[in-house]
């Protein structure tokens, strides 16, 4: 699917051009509050460019005019590491979160251990090869001894909002997507929440990106996010604080 | 390999949707050439919009429609037919997307065709169906051919309305367009340069058929 770009084009007032700010799919409404909360308090403002991980940072190592980068795991935020874009000391965990289950409320889908089952054709999840989503999801998998059992199955779309899409259209049986995701989609049942030792570790890294002409504002900005109100938004959408930012 | 059965499924889908796209396309190249009725711009408007509407846009209408919770799609999927992520949904976004080309070149050939014959052949009692495929196909035949090459060459290159609908399953939905952005996206650039040459290769190959057939008919354009 396209990467999903979504202008929110706020008229900067007085403040220079707004900050462009490419950010994981799955962070888009708790982000928009952010940014609102952000210019409230006498921040810039903010323009978002929302995608897949992996479609942002391949965006971003071919010179996309990007400010400010928030992946949703630290394999993309390494890509444009070694691209040398990461502005040195910005770096740093913005949020967490987990990954579930879902499927439909009539599915037959009532726990992991029912993806094997004849009733299941196709389980969404972001494509295995880059999309953070999908990486998690495939990690748990064979951290559990399922993957290839169930990889006939799985559908790989172009990130996590598309993979609830999926089944909420009834295209896919059941999907993995995070529990931020799963929010937004009240009509979906929440099968299981993966926890516990085999589950991933889902950390959102943020950083500065070091062609941007505004590095202070980039900078200042990604502190806001790691600050008590911001906390207070990202928790409020289901998002988990970092440990170092508790 | 990957780049041999991504090929193979790429053709064989485009040919199977210009087989799909080939009767309602000769019917609607027909009609919109020879009959004057009411709503003959509405429909002819209507044919033509994949063709000026985003890729991705007609995708998701048809992906609203064949989806199993939509109005074509639920009642498909109660007769055991599943259309979203399979190769069906590739072929039906190649033919929707590849239509509107069909029926336009092939309607200006149906206009070239002189009227007189078809009257004279319906005054020596041909049926309208005869008249048609004994007269009027074979007289517009090189355009139909130009028709159908172009057709097939628009389902090859389909990307937006298949990414939204068949989605980019490998060895089972990823075409060569879809198989690219796949790869480009993922960072397996090799790959994706692979197809990019074959990819190339195929459209320089239906273009310059599509070039042969149109400039040898005296056909502009």
């Not at chain 1, 439909?104 to 299941?120: C, E, F, M, N």
């Not at chain 2, 090929?7 to 919109?32: D, E, K």
């Amino acid at each position: 699917m396209f990467p999903l770009v979504v202008l929110a084009v706020t008229l900067a007032q007085g403040s220079g051009p707004p900050l462009t700010v490419s950010a994981a799919i799955s962070l888009t409404e708790a982000l928009e509050e952010a940014a609102t909360a952000y210019r409230a308090a006498g921040g810039t403002a903010v323009v978002f460019n929302f995608g897949g991980s992996n479609t942002l940072a391949r965006q971003i190592v071919n010179g996309a005019p990007a400010d400010v980068f928030i992946s949703a795991d630290e394999a993309q935020m390494e890509v444009v590491e070694k691209a040398e874009l990461v502005v040195p000391g910005t770096r740093a965990a913005v949020v967490t979160n987990r990954l579930v289950l879902v499927a439909d409320s009539r599915s037959p889908v009532k726990a992991v251990t029912d993806l094997g089952g004849p009733g299941v054709r196709r389980i969404a999840i972001g494509d295995p090869a880059a999309v953070p989503a999908g990486v998690y999801a495939r990690q748990y998998l064979e951290a559990i001894g399922q993957w290839t059992r169930l990889e006939p199955k799985i559908v790989p779309v172009a990130n996590v909002r598309a993979a609830l899409t999926a089944v909420q259209n009834g295209s896919a049986d059941a999907a993995f997507v995070y529990a931020t995701d799963a929010r937004i989609a009240p009509r979906l049942q929440v099968v299981a929440t993966i926890s516990g030792s085999q589950a991933p570790r889902i950390v959102y890294p943020g950083c500065a990106v070091k062609t941007t002409r505004r590095s202070a504002e980039a900078a200042k900005f990604l502190q806001f996010l790691r600050s008590a109100p911001a906390r207070a938004i990202f928790e409020r959408h289901g998002f988990i604080a970092p440990p170092d930012a508790r | 390999m990957d780049l041999a059965r991504i090929t193979w499924f790429t053709l064989a889908a485009a040919m199977a949707a210009t087989a799909v796209m080939i009767p309602p396309g000769l019917f609607l190249a027909w009609l919109l050439a020879r009959h004057r009725f009411r709503g003959r711009v509405l429909l002819d408007t209507f044919v033509s919009l994949p063709l000026v509407m985003p890729p991705v846009a007609t995708g998701l209408i048809l992906l609203m429609l064949f989806a199993p919770r939509g109005p074509i799609g639920g009642v498909l999927a109660r007769l055991g037919v599943d259309v979203v992520f399979t190769w069906k949904a590739v072929v039906l976004a190649m033919a929707v997307m590849g239509l509107p080309l069909f029926v336009r070149t092939a309607r200006a050939g149906f206009e070239q065709v002189d009227r007189r014959y078809e009257s004279v052949a319906a005054t020596l009692g041909a049926a309208p169906l005869r008249v048609f495929f004994t007269i009027s196909l074979p007289l517009a035949a090189p355009a139909v051919i130009a028709a159908t090459v172009l057709g097939f060459a628009r389902a090859l290159g389909e990307f937006g309305a298949t990414i939204m609908i068949a989605g980019s399953i490998p060895g089972s939905t990823r075409t060569l367009a879809v198989a690219i952005y796949s790869f480009a996206e993922t960072g397996r650039d090799r790959e994706a340069a692979a197809l990019l040459l074959v990819s190339a290769a195929i459209a320089f190959g239906a273009l310059w058929l599509s070039t042969r057939l149109t400039s040898r008919n005296g056909m502009r354009g």
